[in-house]
């Protein structure tokens, strides 16, 4: 299994994604929702190349994965030799060629 590094982009991310969800579907919906982030991350940790290659997004490298149960999400990350870089999530709905990913 791959270590894991969680940029401090994916993190504002999740914190800015989390209040969304608290205000326009409850504090219980958005439990779920870290909840389902978390089982995520470490779905691909276990298993990095499932995610879908994302040729469209720059830095070479990033793939995507949906959040299980919350489908309007996506998690970008690199795999790298020995670990796993977390760049962004965010609504698939949005100009993703527009993210900023960092690489």
Excluded: C
């Excluded at 969680?6 to 439990?31: C, H, M, S, T, Y």
């Excluded at 999400?73 to 709905?93: C, G, K, M, N, T």
Aim: zero cysteines; proline letters at 5%.
């Amino acid at each position: 299994m791959h270590g894991a590094v969680q940029r401090p982009q994916f993190l504002f991310d999740i914190a800015e994604e989390l209040k969304w969800l608290n205000d326009k579907a409850g504090a219980e919906v958005a439990l779920r929702w870290d909840e389902a982030v978390a089982e995520t991350i470490e779905h691909i940790r276990r298993w990095p190349g499932m995610g879908r290659p994302r040729h469209d997004l720059k830095p070479e490298g990033i793939r995507s994965w949906r959040i299980k149960g919350f489908a309007r999400w996506l998690l970008f990350y690199i795999e790298r030799p020995d670990e796993i870089v977390f760049l962004r999530i965010r609504q698939a709905s949005m100009n993703l060629g527009a993210l900023d990913m960092g690489g």
